[in-house]
């Protein structure tokens, strides 16, 4: 009787062993998943042994659609390697010490090669549809994404009000939850009008989702192939002087954007609100009257808001970023 239950346990280890390094693909080379024709949240959560909840905070889901193509972050087992430390594991899978020794029941942070660990990633940090994100975050939020939606132009904001007085340090999801407000009850919009907001401290928030176009006052021509970036701030001369974090921000987003959708910076794909006429919604460029256009981005924003600003300051600078992510981001395609 003993050697039949032994023998029970031992093939039932067995058998658990086999799923667990199944599901992590050979034992952790990578924790990304491919979603494939078929998938949905609760598959995927049961093969790896977790929750949708997790797999939505862990990934930044706005909902439970899925692509076929897109890449989740999910739990895996890793093995651990001579020499190889809790922060280097940590690093590597979008995770944290912390979270590691919890879920493993670390006592230290000493390991020993041949232990295996169970990886959980860190959360982000939503609420509702607002996801707010430091810039590698955006970053493997990004590269992990499919869309359903052709984008041919990024166009650039900056909301006026709030302005720089209005942030308090971590105050994001008010900050959205209030123009989400604004532009549902007070606009009459569907949703937030911007796909993407950033902020002072040079974080970034996902709001309306990409694969929906953006609304507001810039018009339909705009927004059908268009993304919405709202910069938290009064950019017009003589307001608020823009962070060198926030600064930084603009640039990445916009880089990485131009390489996710392979659009090289122009007028053509890069727009400033103010060149589209308040009115008829038609793109103007420089040749307006101030009563006819939005100062948006401001006056002041990369040094003006005219077609010359951009060419002369911002493109520039987007591109010089385009090439520092370029090799990084075709690696991970």
Sequence with gaps: MKKHVIGSLLVLSIVLFLHL????????????????????????????????????????????????GQKLIVPVIHEVSPGETLQQIAKEFHSTEEIIQHVNRLPSKQLRPGQMLTIKSKPLNMEGQHIVMTREEFQDWLLNQKFTREIHLIQQHHTWRPSYKH???????????????HHMKTMGWSNIAQNITTFPDGKIALSRPIN?????????????????????????????????EQRDTIIFVTALLSLKFSLEPSIDTIT??????????????????????????????????????AKNNFYPLVEKKMEELRDLFHRNQ
């Excluded at 494939?36 to 889901?61: C, H, M, R, V, W």
């Excluded at 942030?167 to 407000?181: R, V």
């Design 167 to 181: 942030f308090h340090g971590n105050n994001y999801f008010q900050i959205l939850n209030s123009m989400q407000q």
């Design 272 to 309: 400033y609100h103010h060149w589209w006429h308040y009115k008829t919604k038609e793109r103007v460029l420089d040749n307006a009257k101030d009563n006819e256009v939005k100062s948006c981005p401001g006056t002041n924003f990369f040094g003006g808001n005219s077609t010359t600003h």
């Design 21 to 68: 390094s199944s599901t992590s693909h050979a034992s952790s080379t990578s924790n990304l998943y491919e979603v494939k024709g078929g998938d949905t949240l609760p598959k995927i959560a049961k093969q790896f042994s977790t929750s949708t909840y997790e797999l939505k905070i862990t990934n930044g889901l706005q909902s439970n659609t899925l692509l076929e």
């Design 212 to 244: 929906i176009a953006p609304e507001g006052t810039i018009g339909p021509k705009a927004n059908e192939n268009g993304i919405a970036i709202e910069h938290v701030g009064n950019f017009d001369l003589g307001h608020d002087v823009m962070t060198q």
